[in-house]
Every structure is written in C-alpha cells, then in structure tokens.
C-alpha cells in the first residue's frame, strides 16, 4: 500500500490568511489527486496532477505536484469561510486510489 | 445526473445483527469502490470492482464482510454478523476507470453498531 501523509492534521485560520497544505510519500506516484469533503457528504475532485513539477491553479487553490512525483502541496490565497471542510490527497498505482487522513481546514469569519 | 446514490443514510443496529448497505453507480461508468471513514484510520479502500467483477478485496477486513455486484447498475457490502467496531462511515464511488480518473463518491451510510 501507498502511504500518504497530509499535514497539518487540523488548521484553524482567519478569513483573509494564506495557509499551505502538504501530502507527502516515499512512494512514486503517476498522479495525485486532491479532493474537498464536507460534513455529511463524499469528498469531491478538485484536481489532479500528473507530470512532476506541474502547477495547477483553480481560483485562489494552487496545487503544486512534486519534481520526483512523491509529494504535493495545496496552497490558499485569502482563505474564506467557504472554503472550510477535510481535504484530502489521494494516488494509486492504478485508479484504486489510496487516500491520506486529510487535513480539516477551518475558516473563521 | 442523479450521481452515485448509497441507502440507507443512516443505520444503527444492534451487535451480531447483519446489515446489508446499497449502492447505485453513475450510469457508464465501470468501476466501483466501497471506502470506510473513521477519525482514527481516514478513508480506507475495501473492495472495488471493474465491470462487474471483484478485482482486489485485500481490504476487506474479515470474512464478515462481503460484496457483490451483480449488475453495472447495483453493488451491495454486507457485514454478517455486525460488531461495535464495524461503527463508521462507508462510502461507494465509482469511475469510469481510464486513466488518472476522478472518483465521484455517495454522500456515505453513517453505520452505527451498538
């Protein structure tokens, strides 16, 4: 098994602050994908990464995929309430992915 | 697209009881998986299935629990008998399975075994 490791575990922020999440391996990866979950409900895709070194960008979300394709990073600019919930990493060496524990993300007003 | 629909949302029962979740994939797509979710251990991969057939259940965690898929319309995790530590959230998605393919999941059965 693939082991993912996410931190921090819980990060409790002000609307406005930039934060950064970090999902890291020893193993290689051929994708990474990131994903939102919310109470009550199944996480959902906001990206995947796939060539080392690549950049993705989905409004104020920056997603980063490592060089040697083992580690991934999530940044938010001026974080909003809105943007509370679990995020997730998750790869696999095929498309049964493997998830890391996530990192529970709280915006306060 | 009515997405991956799971039922019952909820389920408490009592130990030693069998339970029996459902799941309806997104219509096309050949892929299905069923995860658990606990604090302690995140987002685990039990059983996933390609067209219709189980290919890895290295995740099941004891011969209780069992999984079927008789159509591409219609997956099934049974646990028989049920235990206290079974309590958790357990979640199908499934994919269309090319590729670095995304995983649209349920909204999950909250399992709850006293």
């Known amino acids: 098994t693939q082991l993912l490791e996410q931190s921090p575990q819980f990060l409790s922020i002000q609307e406005g602050e930039n934060l950064t999440v970090y999902c890291n391996s020893s193993?290689?990866?051929?994708?990474l994908q990131w994903y939102r979950q919310e109470p009550g409900e199944g996480p959902v895709l906001l990206v995947t990464v796939v060539t080392g070194g690549e950049v993705k960008k989905l409004k104020r979300l920056t997603f980063q995929f490592g060089d040697a394709r083992k580690d991934s990073s999530l940044h938010i600019t001026a974080a909003q309430p809105g943007d509370t919930g679990l995020y997730l990493c998750?790869?696999?060496?095929?498309?049964?992915?493997?998830f890391g524990k996530g990192t529970s993300l709280l915006v306060t007003p | 697209d009515a997405g991956v629909i799971q039922s019952p949302r909820h389920e408490v029962t009592e130990m030693g009881q069998e339970v029996t979740l459902r799941c309806k994939p997104i219509s096309g797509h050949n892929s299905l998986f069923w995860y658990r979710q606990t604090m302690m251990r995140g987002l685990e991969l039990l059983i996933y299935f390609n067209n219709n057939v189980p290919i890895d259940d290295s995740g099941m965690p004891e011969d209780r629990f069992s999984a079927k898929m008789p159509n591409a319309s219609f997956s099934t995790l049974k646990i028989q008998p049920s235990e206290p530590r079974d309590s958790a959230v357990y979640f199908c998605?499934?994919?269309?399975?090319?590729?670095?393919?995304?995983?649209?999941f349920g909204n999950g059965t909250r399992l709850t075994v006293t």
């Open positions: 193993s290689v990866f051929s994708s």
């Open positions: 998750a790869g696999g060496p095929g498309y049964a992915l493997n």
């Open positions: 998605a499934s994919s269309s399975g090319t590729g670095p393919s995304p995983l649209h």
